[in-house]
């Protein structure tokens, strides 16, 4: 990840630390947001959706967030037609 930012392909570990707990701090922070809105999943679990509520006014998340969904969906459905050959259906 820091490599894709511009940093060098082997940066220092403390760099790499540092980096990594700011991206856990921030994931735990955006997952106990989500857990605790009253409407949240009843089960606990968190959905796309419950992210995609709680970075709706950050328009560069959001459509990231979209885009990737739109990815993973695509994905998906090549992953389905490749696993099931038309010649194994008759």
């Known amino acids: 990840m820091m490599y894709g930012f511009g940093d060098s392909q082997k940066p220092l570990q403390a760099s790499m630390d ?7 701090e ?3 922070a955006l997952a ?11 089960k606990g679990k968190l959905t796309a959706e419950d992210i995609l509520f709680e970075i709706r006014k950050d328009s560069k998340k959001r459509s990231r967030c979209d885009e990737l969904l739109r ?7 090549a992953k389905k037609s490749y696993d099931k ?4 259906e008759e």
Do not use: Q, T, Y
Not at 18 to 24: D, G, M, P, Q
Not at 85 to 88: E, M
């Open 71 to 77: 990815l993973h969906e695509e994905i998906k459905e």
């Open 26 to 28: 921030h994931v735990a």
């Open 85 to 88: 050959p038309d010649f194994f």
């Open 18 to 24: 540092l980096v990594e707990s700011i991206v856990i």
């Open 32 to 42: 106990s947001r989500c857990v605790e809105r009253e409407f949240a999943n009843p």
